[in-house]
């Protein structure tokens, strides 16, 4: 656009090249090339898009495109990202998660509206949504088997460690009563079909069992998930003691690995491939008729490779032709091989790097005693 002058523009160049604006200011994005000339920091375009929604408190230029007045260019050299997260993150608490570029909108739209909007990371004295030790309101769940979505009470307690639902908006006794170090949940607004999808991922005598959650309100459905991530953290603070807060970060709710169809066979390795939804949960690998199963059919523990487990690209020689997909991926753990095939190539180039990455990493004591349990299922 005709009207920078040739010494806005370097000056602009000049504070955009800075090592504190490398990075989207909300996201992490590499190579930010927006900027919020109000706020004073450098978006990548996905940010900056949201930011538009908050008109009273952000406003949105390109830095390649739009003409800079020279006052808007000091402004961002007096601010830049490093500023702001010192002003707007100084009090993030440890458990908050904290969304990367790949992350769904809901999550990426309500880290801003927190940061700008509410200011949620700057008032010391008042206390979060998220951080009462008790959460309790009205979600709707997706019914085991019908899959029709109806509204239930849900009820979290860091007293009693636990996330529970009740059938009755009224009543006493809880339907399930979930452990809260047992919990994983995810946003999976595509699986869900809505925007605020949650899945929660729960052991119940070591079987996995899912629920599907929204809330119409984008906020409370992150305050929801942020507040099991609090209870979270402070279970493992008492259980962990000298863990750092980085070690005990890494140990809350995680994102899927991967998820998708993959045909697999039974254990003779002669039976029919039949078609499945696979979830990589860190290391357990799930399989499910349905995405929105409640329960998974099977699970396969993927070890580590010190302990005996490897990935291989393809079937082993002579396996029977019961599959209708080509690209295929075997793993060996000590006790028996399992065979998967995928439709395309990209798809199980992206498993068999999932996989690669758990194996290489050694196991926890944790671990192992997961890793007993599924050897002793019959
Ligand atoms: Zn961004």
Not at 58 to 86: P, T, V, Y
Not at 237 to 243: I, S
Not at 365 to 376: G, N, S, V
Request: glycine share 6%; charged share 30%; aromatic share 12%.
């Amino acid at each position: 656009m005709a009207g920078n002058t040739e010494s806005n523009v370097k000056a602009l160049q000049e504070i955009w090249r800075r090592e504190e604006n490398a990075l989207c200011a909300d996201c992490e994005k590499p190579d930010p090339d927006w900027a919020s000339c109000t706020l004073g920091i450098f978006l990548c375009f996905d940010c900056a898009e949201i930011h538009r929604n908050l008109i009273s408190i952000s406003k949105i230029k390109s830095i390649r495109m739009d003409c800079w007045e020279e006052d808007q260019i000091e402004f961002l050299a007096q601010h830049g990202n490093a500023k702001a997260k010192e002003k707007y993150e100084a009090l993030v608490p440890s458990y908050y998660y904290h969304p990367v570029h790949t992350d769904c909108l809901v999550l990426r739209e309500q880290w801003i509206q927190a940061k700008y909007e509410r200011k949620e990371f700057m008032k010391p004295r008042e206390k979060p949504p998220y951080f009462n030790g008790v959460k309790e309101g009205i979600l709707w769940k997706r019914g085991r088997d019908n899959g029709q979505y109806l509204p239930r009470r849900f009820l979290l307690s860091e007293r009693e460690g636990c996330l529970k639902y009740f059938i009755r908006q009224d009543g006493k006794e809880p339907k399930v009563s979930i452990k809260i170090d047992t919990i994983n949940a995810v946003f999976q607004p595509e699986k869900i079909g809505n925007p605020n999808g949650l899945q929660i991922t729960y052991l119940k005598d070591n079987k996995t069992r899912n629920i599907f959650l929204y809330h119409e309100d984008g906020k409370e459905i992150v305050d929801w998930f942020n507040a099991i991530r609090a209870v979270q953290f402070h279970y493992l603070k008492v259980a962990f003691p000298v863990a750092s807060d980085q070690e005990l970060r890494n140990r809350l709710t995680r994102n899927f690995l991967k998820e998708g169809y993959m045909e697999k066979t039974g254990p003779k390795q002669k039976e029919a491939f039949k078609k499945r939804w696979f979830t990589l949960d860190h290391r357990r690998l799930m399989y499910f008729k349905d995405p929105l199963d409640a329960f998974a059919k099977g699970e396969v523990f993927v070890g580590s490779r010190e302990h005996g487990y490897s990935i291989t690209k393809g079937l082993p020689a002579g396996t029977q032709g019961n599959f209708t997909w080509q690209y295929g991926i075997t793993i060996i753990t000590p006790d028996r091989d399992y065979l998967f095939t995928c439709e395309k190539e990209r798809e199980q180039q992206e498993w068999m790097t999932a996989f690669q990455h758990i194996i290489e990493q050694p196991m926890t004591p944790q671990e192992y005693a997961i890793e007993a349990y599924f050897k002793l299922k019959p």
